[in-house]
């Protein structure tokens, strides 16, 4: 793995687990991360090949919290994306996605991995981006969005085995096309259990 990265205020220090062809710290404490040609976070549950190769950026933390951050990306092909990632081990993630479908919509889609992967929409989202969060409470996990970074709708809840520490980060993509670039910014991680999962905080 890479070097040490800090990023604004988040706590702990990250590291590249895979690197990307290009990324910078923005003038706003955020990240942008250039994902080259064929990259992916899938295990295939079909049987077809898996492919672990996009560029992601990870931190470990413990207990419970909320991750978020605001995520726009270039798109260019279908199935780029920016991603918020919960990480285990190569068989055990769940991915939170602004992902360009087939018919060029850009959305939000979620992925649970133990084992294979699962592949889920969410909505269309009509704007250049959008914010997403992960929040863990014990064994459990939330995915939420947001169209306007105050109201949030509830996208999966799901277990995830591990132990007391998982490490969280942010991803790119781009499995079928040329490469992309996804910006991160607002990124905030706040050391909190969510009470209410589906009341929109």
């Given at each position: 793995m890479s070097d040490?990265?800090?990023?604004?205020?988040?706590?702990?220090?990250l590291r590249w687990h895979v690197e990307p062809v290009n990324w910078a710290i923005t003038d706003d404490a955020g990240l942008t991360i250039e994902s080259g040609p064929v990259t992916d976070?899938?295990?295939?549950?079909?049987?077809?090949?898996?492919?672990?190769s996009a560029p992601r950026?990870?931190?470990?933390?413990?207990?419970?919290?909320?991750f978020q951050a605001r995520v726009e990306v270039a798109f260019r092909d279908t199935f780029?994306?920016?991603?918020?990632?919960?990480?285990?081990?190569?068989q055990t993630w769940g991915k939170l996605c602004f992902e360009a479908s087939p018919a060029g919509q850009p959305m939000v889609v979620s992925v649970?991995?133990?084992?294979?992967?699962?592949?889920?929409?969410?909505?269309?989202?009509?704007?250049?981006?959008?914010?997403?969060?992960?929040?863990r409470m014990g064994?459990?996990?939330?995915?939420?969005?947001?169209?306007?970074g105050a109201a949030w709708q509830l996208v999966r809840h799901f277990p995830?085995?591990?132990?007391?520490?998982v490490h969280i980060g942010l991803l790119g993509q781009s499995p079928t096309g040329r490469g992309s670039r996804a910006t991160f910014s607002q990124i905030r991680l706040?050391?909190?259990?969510l009470d209410e999962i589906r009341d929109g905080t």
């Amino acid at each position: 793995m890479s070097d040490e990265i800090r990023i604004g205020a988040l706590p702990m220090a990250l590291r590249w687990h895979v690197e990307p062809v290009n990324w910078a710290i923005t003038d706003d404490a955020g990240l942008t991360i250039e994902s080259g040609p064929v990259t992916d976070l899938f295990i295939d549950p079909g049987g077809r090949a898996q492919n672990l190769s996009a560029p992601r950026l990870l931190g470990e933390v413990a207990g419970d919290f909320s991750f978020q951050a605001r995520v726009e990306v270039a798109f260019r092909d279908t199935f780029d994306a920016g991603a918020l990632l919960a990480w285990v081990d190569d068989q055990t993630w769940g991915k939170l996605c602004f992902e360009a479908s087939p018919a060029g919509q850009p959305m939000v889609v979620s992925v649970v991995t133990r084992g294979t992967s699962d592949d889920a929409n969410a909505f269309d989202v009509e704007a250049a981006h959008i914010w997403l969060r992960i929040a863990r409470m014990g064994g459990a996990f939330a995915f939420h969005a947001s169209r306007d970074g105050a109201a949030w709708q509830l996208v999966r809840h799901f277990p995830l085995p591990g132990g007391p520490s998982v490490h969280i980060g942010l991803l790119g993509q781009s499995p079928t096309g040329r490469g992309s670039r996804a910006t991160f910014s607002q990124i905030r991680l706040a050391d909190r259990r969510l009470d209410e999962i589906r009341d929109g905080t």
